[in-house]
């Protein structure tokens, strides 16, 4: 992988993204990497933004306030002239992370990424749809969906409305929320998720998003390119040596929800959607275990996914300690 070139690159780096850039994953990576390798002088940014070099308050029509809006390009500036000019202008001083919070739209900052302060939470899939931080008993039941490609489940990327209409219409996804949270929760940093699932076809696909549902039952997508991850079956091990299901069988999937940071308010509670498609902005797959982009002919896939004691299905959440 080209970032384990990184080592030789010793030089400072300021690492700026934004939570919506769909180029984004490299950045948090490439932090990550020239800080594994011990580099020093390494700073990471990270806000309510798309793909773009400069700061803004808005993003996919929604305003995360005045705060949000920063100004990048003196921080730039302040960069340069520290490590190419040699001036003594205190930003290596400051806190190496400044990472944007969505929901209660605040900075918070600190050392490292991810931040010091970070536990890593399970939250559990369990029967009826429920998601909850208690660990699953072994008496829970699978639950079950058939995908089609004759007919795949839509992406609804960001668009809140299309999100519902789909939630509730939709017969092909599973859907795992949790109870209304008494007093604001915080995540901020890479999201994963742990899956157990089994299909009759030979090569399928995984699909996990995970949303925030406010007061009124309305679902707020966290993710444009963040907080939502997938994975096609028979890559599940290796991208370079394809393996395919045997049919019926329990696999563990383990899936790159990659990063973001947000607070669930008091009252609003966090939902996991499960599919199998995401069309049209991702490919279908056939569930043949032929080539998906060439091939016609497909078979629908009886999807299972497990979530008790022995196939615990969970997702990672980077909380942060207030």
Known sequence: MFTEKLKKVV????????????????????YLKMAAFGHKNQKLTIGPWEHRDTASQTAFRHDYGTAAAIDLQHDYLLWFDRWLKGMDNGIDREPAVSLFVM??????????YPLPQTRFEKLYLGVG???????????QPPDKYTYDPADPTPEADTDNQRRLEIEQTRKDLLLYTTAPFEKPYTFAGPVSAVLYAASSARDTDWFIHLVDIDEKGNPITLWANGSAGHIRA?????LKKPELLKPGKIYEYKIDLWHTAFTVQAGHRLRIEVMSAGFPVHDRNLNTGGNNETETTFVQANQTI???????????????AH
């Open 11 to 30: 030089i400072p780096v300021f690492h700026q993204s934004g939570w919506f850039d769909g180029d984004g994953i490299g950045t948090k990576l490439n």
């Open 103 to 112: 929901g209660s739209d605040k900075w918070i900052y600190g050392p490292s």
């Open 306 to 320: 497990y979530h008790d004691a022995t196939h615990p299905s969970h997702i990672v959440l980077p909380t942060i």
């Open 129 to 139: 749809g429920v998601l909850s931080f208690t660990v699953p008993d072994a008496t």
């Open 234 to 238: 028979r890559y599940r091990n290796s």
